[in-house]
Every structure is written in C-alpha cells, then in structure tokens.
C-alpha cells in the first residue's frame, strides 16, 4: 500500500507569514494533486503536478514536484487568514483514476 | 456549476443497524468513489465505480457495501454499523478515467455510531 505522510501535521501561524508543507512517500507516482478542505466542505482542487522537478504558482501558492515523484512541497507566502484549511496531497499512479490522499496538513491563519 | 451531493450532513445510528449514505452527482461523471476521512489518516477509499452497475474495491472495503443502479447516484451501504465506522463519509466524482483529472467532492456525511 502506498503512503504519503504530511508534515507538520498542525501549523498556527499569523497573518503575512510564510509556510511550507510537506508531502512524502517511498513510492514514486506518476501526478500530484494538493487540494484545500474548508470547514463543512469537501476537498477543492488546487493543482495538478505530472513531471518530476515541476514547479506551478497558484497566486502566492507555489507547488513542486520532487525530481523523483516521491514527494512534494506546498509553500504560502505571506499567508491570509482565506487560506485557513486543511491541505491535502494525493497521488495518482496505481489503477486509473484511483488516488492516495496524504494524512493532512491543517493550517490555522490568524490576524 | 459543478454540484456533488449527499443525502444528510449528520446522521446517528445505533449499533447493528444498516446504514445508507446515498451520493447524486449533476456531471454526467461515470466514476465515483466513497472516502471515509479521520484526523491524521487522510481520505482512504472505501469503494469506487466505473460505471452503472459496475464496484470495485479500495483500500478498506471490509464492514461496507455499495450500489451504483443509475449513473448518478452511488449509494454506500453498511450492513450492520458498528463504532469504529463512527467517521466523515465523503463522495467524489471524476469525468476522466484518470488520476490528473479532477475530483469533485460533496460536503460530507458526519455519522456518528452509538
């Protein structure tokens, strides 16, 4: 079974910070998703990632790819408290469509 | 506007009872998939459908069942509840049979097993 472990699991920062999250595996997929869940609400696409070593911005999100497609990072700079949620990474690889969600990165933006 | 829904957003039941989360999507998506969400796990796939009438298993299926009879709505079934099932139920839908595409996810079931 392959596995994607977040890091950290909890962050609380302030308004204008920057953070990185972390997305690991051993194995290697073939795409990367990161998707954001708000309170009451289903997980909403961010990005998609498929090459190794790509780098995608979304505003002030910027989303990488490891070389290797063993991992990936999410890094916000100067954080709002509208980025508050949970994040989620998951990878695509195994049966068409199927992915594997990471364990969750919940970030908390205060003022 | 895309729009995934789930019959109830809170649900409690009773030990040994059966349980029905039902799922309609409004895309015209052929793939569908039951997530169970639990705070430091992620989402892990329960069941999944290619088509009406058509399942296959994810990485936890044991204590769930599903049904797919028309092509928007997949149904997750379980057939005597207990506690450890207590969890956020959420469905998803995809238009592509593939893992770049897109997943539309409803709001969630919140049940609670007593």
């Known amino acids: 079974t392959q596995l994607l472990e977040q890091s950290p699991q909890f962050l609380s920062i302030q308004e204008g910070e920057n953070l990185t999250v972390y997305c690991n595996s051993s194995?290697?997929?073939?795409?990367l998703q990161w998707y954001r869940q708000e309170p009451g609400e289903g997980p909403v696409l961010l990005v998609t990632v498929v090459t190794g070593g790509e780098v995608k911005k979304l505003k002030r999100l910027t989303f990488q790819f490891g070389d290797a497609r063993k991992d990936s990072s999410l890094h916000i700079t100067a954080a709002q408290p509208g980025d508050t949620g949970l994040y989620l990474c998951a990878g695509g690889g195994g049966t068409a469509s199927k992915l594997t969600f990471g364990t969750g990165t919940r970030l908390q933006v205060t003022l | 506007d895309v729009k995934v829904t789930q019959s109830s957003r809170y649900l409690v039941k009773r030990t040994g009872e059966k349980v029905f989360l039902e799922c309609v999507q409004d895309?015209?998506?052929?793939?569908m998939f039951w997530y169970r969400q639990d705070p430091g796990l992620g989402l892990r796939l329960i069941y999944f459908s290619y088509d009406v009438k058509m399942k296959e298993k994810g990485d936890i299926p044991e204590g769930y069942s599903v049904s797919r009879e028309k092509k928007e709505r997949f149904s997750l079934i379980l057939e005597s509840a207990s506690t450890n099932q207590t969890s956020m139920y959420l469905c998803?839908?995809?238009?592509?049979?593939?893992?770049?595409?897109?997943?539309?996810f409803g709001p969630g079931t919140r049940l609670t097993v007593l």
């Open positions: 895309m015209d998506h052929e793939n």
């Open positions: 998803a839908s995809t238009e592509e049979r593939t893992s770049t595409d897109t997943q539309y």
């Open positions: 194995s290697v997929f073939s795409s």
